[in-house]
């Protein structure tokens, strides 16, 4: 485990993507020792809280 004052590295890289959703996974470690892993889904909505299509002048930081 880790413990206070250590410090610990999260890479996260993107797992799934396309023009509605992206999937995020994450991997928490702490001297070369991986301590958890885990991924969350993002849908993107609208002000309705209905699913729409990503906005265009987003599109290239998801690289979709």
């Known amino acids: ?23 995020f996974a994450y991997e928490v470690s702490c001297k070369g020792r991986i301590l958890a ?12 809280l209905r699913p729409v299509r990503l906005p265009p002048q987003y599109v290239a930081y998801f690289g979709i």
């Open 37 to 48: 892993t885990g991924w969350t889904k993002h849908i993107f909505l609208n002000r309705e």
């Open 1 to 23: 485990p880790a413990r206070y004052d250590d410090e610990v590295v999260i890479q996260t890289s993107i797992r799934e993507k396309n023009s509605r959703m992206v999937t």
